[in-house]
């Protein structure tokens, strides 16, 4: 598997993030602990300067899997239900200053907290026509520069729609599109999901992109998430896609991330084996 993790370029209240601050000094890091690629959680890609951005993750060999705007949603109130129609228009607009950079990144566009929540004296009929048609936009504009877009399931205590792999298959197929897939996150399942292993096998090749993190958001290990049962899924749908780290930087952020990794690289490293053993 390809594993990045989730770096912040800017300041965030957002505690999944393991790494903000000196952006040259935690690349280095991220690289040398051996992560393959680094996701970016950009509030605003017009108050960063993506030249310098751009040049330090390709001096560092980082690829980049993913760009997560949900910081617009938790620092500025951004949001595609959002009964004031400016609100809107601007949460949609953030999402396309996402393209460019993107598309020279390579990088998809992460579509989770954005969505907003369903706010007092909004129905539910609007939230859902106004998600739609941002969602339907967003995705047309982004399809122009071969960017894909990855809806992501978000638990309920976070938001009030789409809280399930399943409601959120079934969203992704009535936008449509080849550009449009899934972002599952094993600390969101493991609220939400019946059972995480068949969510995996239910979205399939829809999905684009996964976060990992462990039942109380610690890297894996911490937690009771059964991740060796999840990677065994991962490696039977034949998943592409980088595994990104999104877990609270405790006790520290290095020691968290080169934990929840080499966490990870073991188990991928046992199943190897039993595989090997069996034949
Ligand atoms: C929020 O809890 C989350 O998981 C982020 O990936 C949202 O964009
Ligand atoms: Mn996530």
Known sequence: MKYSMCLSTNPAQFEAVPFKGDFRQNVQKIAEMGFDGIELAIRDPNIIDQDEIYSILEIAGMQVPAIGTGQAWGEEGLSFTDPDSKIREKAIERVLSHIDFAARTGALIIIGLLRGVVKPGVT????????????????KKAALQDVCIAFEPINRYETSL????????????????????????????????????????IAGDR???????????????????????????LHRIDYKGFL?????PDPEPALAAAQGL????????????????FR
């Open 207 to 233: 999905m684009f992109h996964f976060h990992y993190a462990d039942s109380n958001r610690l890297y894996p290990g911490c937690g009771h998430i059964d991740f060796r049962s999840i990677l065994k899924v």
């Open 244 to 248: 990104s780290g999104e877990h609270r």
């Open 262 to 277: 080499r966490y990870l690289r073991v188990l991928e490293e046992e199943l190897e084996e039993e595989v090997v053993a």
């Open 162 to 201: 789409l809280n399930s792999v399943r409601s959120g298959l079934k969203f992704i197929d009535e936008i449509g599109g080849e550009n449009l897939g899934m972002l599952l996150d094993t600390f969101h399942m493991n609220i939400e999901e019946p059972s995480i292993e068949e969510s995996i096998r």
């Open 124 to 139: 539910l009929i609007d939230a859902d026509q106004w998600l739609h048609e941002a969602f339907s936009y967003c995705c």
